[in-house]
């Protein structure tokens, strides 16, 4: 099968190599990264093109990491029968416009929480200053920084953050505000094809934060722990996402989607879903993560697109963690001054549970002591390391049994706890019905 990945993200590197292996012939466009500069990313792993354009009729599938850029010129290309696995302009919507997701999900018979829809900050403060009581949550309803979503403590810190925003963000953007709900916060996706769900859900934790204990900025993603399920398996997928399934097929989304909820633990809202968001996009690390339970890498998503469904993952507990290095998460630095460092470890071994990011085809020093040919930082985003297993805490053992195996100089950054808060969370999750295939 020719694969083409338009890729502005730079984040099917993984992808494109797992799908090569398997017999497909794969085409990956990056085009300029944020300062304009070309993508090193991949190079000499891979084979890259100038522009998409010219590969879109040669490809069987076609693949786009990122739901805005070239999000509008895309669709033409769907509308005129283009073999696209990828988000729409439509759905698109639903995860960047806060306001617009939530109506879906209201309008598909998914309560929400309250939510507020603000065009700028002043008015947000005049509204928390006589709300006082109220913790609220803000999040930004554009493609923007995670930095700009932001969970109060109380109505003073959410008003010093509001200031700041307004004094210093450039860029000004709509925002909601969401009642604050605690509880867990788990996650259910699902594959579309040309008409519908295929017949595996993936249930999964997020770890968002950048230090161990939840603490530090919110890098979107540090870690993720999931597994696949069936549809008898999931109340999540039952209460979630087979209400939006008719809606999705209206609109012609194929590829993945997944919505977030808190299953509030205190008040009213006990032992209820309580959705937060969409995510129309194939998501990192949660992608790169998904390949260790992908036995078929894409040929079941050309089958999707005509209405097959051979999607047949396997059904353990996958568990991914980002490896990164300074000045992750800010990438504040030029890509001069973090490229060229070698990844040491990599071996036929742990290959499979190694999902090379941001890295090229370089050289340094060897076990020979001498130079040789390996892999290198292309980027400060280098990898995600994985493991699986049966339970989660055998796939946690086992993906930093494989993190250790790997040796990065310049003092790589990863999580030392990804999974751990599931030991007490699961059976909580479990008392109110949700999760229940799941084992610690």
């Known amino acids: 099968m020719n694969v083409l990945c338009i890729d502005p993200t730079a984040s099917f590197l ?33 084979t890259k093109v100038p522009d998409f354009r010219p590969s879109m009729k040669w490809a069987d599938l076609i693949l786009c990491s990122d739901n805005c850029k070239y999000m509008v010129e895309l669709e033409g290309y769907r509308n005129r029968g283009f073999p696209l696995f990828t988000s729409n302009c439509e759905v698109t919507a639903w995860e960047l416009d806060r306001a617009r997701g939530q109506q879906v999900m209201e309008e598909c018979g998914i309560e929400c929480l309250p939510t507020i829809e603000f065009k700028n900050y002043r008015d947000a403060h005049a509204h928390q200053m006589t709300n006082k009581g109220i913790r609220y949550v803000s999040k930004p309803s554009a493609d923007v920084d995670k930095a700009l979503s932001y969970v109060s403590k109380g109505y003073q810190d959410m008003c010093f953050m509001l200031d700041y925003w307004e004094k210093n963000q450039k860029k000004k953007v709509p925002f909601i505000f969401q009642e604050f709900c605690p509880g867990i916060e788990v996650a259910v996706g699902g594959w579309m094809g040309r008409d519908g769900f295929l017949s595996h859900f993936l249930e999964n934790f997020e770890f968002k934060k950048l230090m161990p204990g939840e603490v530090g900025v919110n890098t979107g993603e540090m870690g993720t722990v999931m597994k696949y399920v069936t549809i008898e398996e999931s109340r999540l997928a039952q209460e979630l996402l087979l209400p939006i399934e008719s809606r999705l097929i209206r609109e012609g989304y194929t590829g993945y989607i997944d919505v977030a909820v808190m299953v509030g633990t205190e008040g009213a809202r006990k032992g209820r879903l309580n959705p937060l968001e969409f995510t129309s996009r194939h998501g990192w690390p949660l992608f790169q993560i998904q390949q260790a339970l992908h036995p078929d890498i894409c040929s079941w998503m050309g089958e999707a697109l005509a209405g097959r469904d051979t999607f047949a993952p396997y059904k353990d507990v996958a568990l991914g963690i980002v490896t990164a290095m300074p000045d992750f998460p800010y990438s504040k630095l030029t890509r001069k001054e973090v490229t060229g460092f070698p990844i040491w470890g990599l071996s036929a071994d742990n290959r499979y549970n190694f999902h090379p990011c941001e890295l090229m085809l370089g050289e340094s020093y060897g076990d020979s002591g001498k130079i040789e040919p390996m892999m290198v930082s292309a980027g400060d985003y280098l990898a995600v390391i994985t493991g699986t297993g049966k339970t989660i805490s055998k796939a946690k053992d086992h993906a930093y049994s494989n993190l250790k195996e790997f040796e990065i100089p310049n003092s790589p950054i990863f999580r030392t706890d990804i999974g751990n808060r599931l030991e007490k969370q699961l059976p909580e999750l479990q008392k109110y019905g949700y999760a229940e295939s799941w084992e610690w």
């Open 14 to 46: 993984d992808f494109a190599l797992r799908a090569e292996a398997q017999g497909h012939t794969v085409r990956v466009f990056m085009g300029p990264d944020k300062h304009g500069d070309r993508y090193p990313v991949g190079d000499g792993l891979i």
